[in-house]
């Protein structure tokens, strides 16, 4: 989004860095809430309305007095667990997974301020403490994701190339004998938009390497970086749960039935 005056909006401005620094202080204060209710016998349906709730909550007192500014989940709470790579909320009607004794869980969620997000993500085991160590490649795969994250805040900086970062987290990964998976991609953020046009790509393939673009990292960008790794092969296969997060488009289409249109209005 641009301002009145056409110019893109960017940490370049003080009042935009405050915003991003806003949300971000409300995705990781709603992190830590979401992770000290990961305990077993815990529904990951219920930790995913937690999590929302206290999204929609914490933006809703920020800039409380300019009515027009827009502000709520930009992502929202997700809890994956185990071999599910990734963004599990399920709906109210889907079967309701309960979290055991040493299930590895997966958080990830977001937060915007008039446009300027923030998201968030943290793997833990749960009943893992420090006298209850998570060990054996369970270990193995969280630390290489750490490492990882690590090297990634050090090359996403201006005037490297996006590769540099997909080198680096193969190469980490490889250390602690395991795969990214294939293909995740992190994107850059703009003002409401999460997949801006630059992107970084872990584990391609073949033919997602040829196809995908190489870029620069620019003063002012802000990357929201996805680390994702596996044990496994780092391949993604369907499994039998259902599509529940989407993301509204800027493209216009005429519903024809008023039951459509009504769908289409509540999640407006």
Known sequence: MADKDGSERTIAEIEVVSKYKLAADIVNGALKKVIEKCVPGESVLNLCEFGDNLLVTETTEAYKTDKEMKKGVAF??????????????????????????????????????????????????????????????????????????????????PGNENNAMTEAVQKISACYKCKPIEGMLSHQLKQFKIDGEKTI??????????????????????????ILISTGEGKGREKDTRTTVYKKTAEMYQLKMKASREIGRAHV
Do not use: W
Request: hydrophobic share 40%; net charge negative; charged share 25%.
């Open 76 to 157: 929202p709470t997700c809890v994956s667990v185990n071999n599910c790579i990734c963004h599990y909320s399920p709906l109210k009607s889907e079967k309701n997974l309960i979290l055991n004794d040493g299930d590895l869980v997966k958080i990830d969620l977001g937060a915007h301020i008039d446009g300027f997000i923030a998201v968030v993500a943290h793997t833990l085991v749960v009943g893992a403490s420090v006298e209850n160590k998570v060990t054996g490649r369970k270990a193995d795969v969280i630390t290489a994701a750490h490492m990882a994250s690590e090297a990634a805040l050090k090359i996403v900086v």
């Open 201 to 226: 790509i872990q584990n391609p393939s073949d033919v997602q390497r040829k196809d995908h673009e190489k870029c620069e990292f620019e003063n002012y960008e802000v990357y929201a970086v996805d």
